[in-house]
Structure formats: structure tokens, C-alpha cells
């Protein structure tokens, strides 16, 4: 049944990196106008936001200051279908009065596994050996990997996806340590983790590294060539298992030049990334010349089980911040 709005409460609503039609339909039927298309950011930078009452974007289109003081008083709310905000400037949106909201639960479960699949793949060369069959080679004596079970994963960042991982890692066998500044220390203990007070510790206890935070100016590049010398290379099981490094949360937390001098030098034995610090990169970016580098396309969130609940999770948000009432997922509250 269509919901029927008076034209007063009806909004015009930006979807500019396209959302799951379940969503789009959500809106709709609560009597919205959504306008499905991409907006370039030269249109964005001439005010075309002045246009709306809401837009929705993903990570493709930026919303920088400079567009933000570019729209008129009409825009209403910005929401982020995923949980990263470092493509909008939400301070410029609170200056502007501009609630930016998000969705930050629906792709947990969609980015733990695909961690834990870079791990598998990492560990277990699945990425180098198909390559070779693909090139006629039968690798098998050169193939050898290690087990998760009797290493020590260390999470930067202990929220919901890294604990979710965390967990995953213990029935797989594996020690898992975090570091995260922000998280009580006895939510760390209550999943037998153990929290360490410096990320170079957690470094120097950790064989395999999972990143689990956000893009800051305290976190860009915090994963450095010093930090990654000082990973043990071997496990607490006695196995000279190497160095392992996988990013599924923002690009830039990793110096990408660093890990490929580590890489070369063998410091690192695998690192895999689904997310790059200037995206997208280019078929001869050189990581991805590394045969013990291995990488996919910013794809943490592309289930269709993600993407549905993605949808609904931002329209809801929308429409919430739209009907005048405070949303639980404002990332801005506290500037606005």
C-alpha cells in the first residue's frame, strides 16, 4: 500500500551512487521524490545539491567543503549508505547545519568474512596458485602455506567488525590482541583479547595484522615500514609462519609504498587490501605487480545481503532526520 504524504513533508532525495531498489521503494511509498542518478563533481561544485532535501552517496562521490558551502539552505540531511564518512567533510555539513548520517551495522557481517577470506588466501597462496594453472603451471611443491590455528592476530580498531573477525580467529585457533584507544579495556577481556596501550606493541606481538579503523589525520598511514619491521615473523607454535597484513576498512591507513618496499625485502610475506588510499588504481599500480600481493575492489559491503540492509538502514536514517526527529546514527551530532 503506497503511503500518501501531504506535499508539505514530501522531500527531493539525491540517491547519486545508486542504492538496493528495496530502498529506493521505501522511500517512495513514504511519498518522496528520489532522483536515481549520478551527479558529477563539477555539477556538485555549481550548487546542483540546491536541488534537494537529501542525497545519499556511497564512497565514489565526494562532498568537500567546497560543495557543501555550494548548496543552498534546502539540503536537509547527507547520508552515507556504508560506514566510512572520510568522503564528506562533516564538519563543513555541521557549520552548514547539516546532519550527515550513516549506516554503520549493516555490512559487519559481509566485511568479517571477506577479512577472513584475504587471510585464508594470503596464507594459503589461493590467489598465486590459481594464476599458475591459469598460466599452465602445476605449483604444488611450491605452494606450501601455513594454518591460522597457533598465530597471533592483532586487530587495530576493536568494533563490531573487528570483533566479529576476533572471533572467527579464536575458532580458527588463533591468539588475538587489539589495539584500540577508544574501547574500554573489559570489552576487550569479556572476548578474551588482549588490549594492548600502544599499537608498536601490538606490532611486536603480532604476526598477522587486520585493520578495524577509521581514516583519520592520527590514523593515515599508521601502519608505516618502522611498524611493520617489527612484526615477530614467527608464531608463539614455533612455526616461521612470516608476516601478514590485511585492510578491509579505509584506504591510506597503510602506506602502500612502505608495504611494497616491505614485500620486496620480505619483512611482509602477504598483504591483501580491499580498500587503497587513492581508489581506483590502475591496472599497473605496482602492489599488484607482487606476487605475494593480492587485492580486490573495495567490495567489504557488496553482498546482497549487505546492500539490502544497507539500503534500508540509510533510507530509514533519512526519513528520520527528515521528520524532524534526532536519528541514532548522526556521525556530526556533537558539532552541530
Known amino acids: 500500500m503506497r503511503l500518501i504524504q501531504s506535499a508539505q513533508n514530501m522531500a527531493r532525495i539525491a540517491i547519486a551512487d545508486g542504492m538496493a531498489p528495496a530502498a529506493i521503494e521505501l522511500l ?16 556538485l561544485l555549481k550548487g546542483a545539491l540546491s536541488d534537494f532535501d537529501a542525497i545519499v ?12 558551502a ?26 552548514a547545519g547539516i546532519p ?6 549493516a555490512s559487519t557481517q559481509s566485511v568479517i568474512e571477506l577479512t577472513i577470506g584475504h587471510l585464508l588466501a594470503s596464507l594459503r597462496h589461493l590467489p ?18 601455513t594454518e591460522l590455528s597457533g598465530k597471533t592476530l592483532g586487530l587495530i580498531g576493536f568494533g563490531r567488525i573487528a570483533q566479529g573477525v576476533g572471533a572467527i580467529a579464536q575458532a580458527m585457533g588463533m591468539e588475538v590482541h587489539a589495539f584500540d584507544p577508544y574501547l574500554p579495556v573489559k570489552i576487550a577481556k569479556s572476548q578474551n583479547t588482549k588490549m594492548h596501550k600502544t599499537v ?18 592520527e590514523t593515515h598511514h599508521l ?53 587503497f588510499e587513492f581508489e581506483p588504481i590502475d591496472p599497473d599500480y605496482v602492489l599488484l605487480q607482487h606476487d605475494n600481493f593480492h587485492g580486490t575492489p573495495h567490495i ?5 545481503e549487505a546492500q539490502s540492509r544497507v539500503g534500508k538502514d540509510i533510507a530509514n536514517a533519512i526519513m528520520t532526520v527528515l521528520n524532524g526527529d534526532k536519528c541514532e546514527t548522526t556521525v556530526n551530532r556533537d558539532l552541530l
Not at 100 to 105: D, F, I, K, L, Y
Not at 300 to 304: E, F, H, K, S, V
Open 100 to 105: 550527515v548520517v550513516n549506516a554503520p551495522r
Open 70 to 95: 555550494a548548496t543552498s539552505d534546502r539540503l536537509k540531511v547527507i547520508g552515507r549508505a556504508g560506514v566510512g564518512v572520510d568522503n564528506i567533510d562533516i564538519k563543513a555539513a555541521a557549520k
Open 300 to 304: 567489504g559491503a557488496a553482498t546482497l
Open 28 to 43: 517512495e511509498n513514504a511519498g518522496h521524490e528520489v532522483v536515481n542518478e549520478p551527479i558529477s563533481s563539477d555539477e
Open 57 to 68: 552517496v556511497r564512497s565514489a562521490t565526494k562532498l568537500p567543503a567546497e560543495v557543501i
Open 128 to 145: 598465486r596458485a590459481n594464476r599458475g594453472l591459469r598460466e599452465g603451471k602445476w605449483q604444488k611443491k611450491t605452494m606450501g602455506g
Open 223 to 275: 601502519v608505516n615500514g618502522e611498524r611493520m619491521a617489527m612484526m615477530p615473523g614467527r608464531s608463539r607454535d614455533g612455526i616461521n609462519c612470516g608476516n601478514h597484513i590485511v585492510n578491509c576498512a579505509r584506504g591510506g591507513i597503510i602506506d602502500e609504498i612502505a608495504l611494497l618496499h616491505s614485500l620486496e625485502n620480505g619483512i611482509i610475506s602477504s598483504a591483501a587490501l580491499d580498500v
Open 200 to 217: 608498536d606493541t601490538l606490532f611486536k606481538n603480532c604476526t598477522h595484522i587486520s585493520i578495524h579503523c577509521n581514516l583519520t589525520d
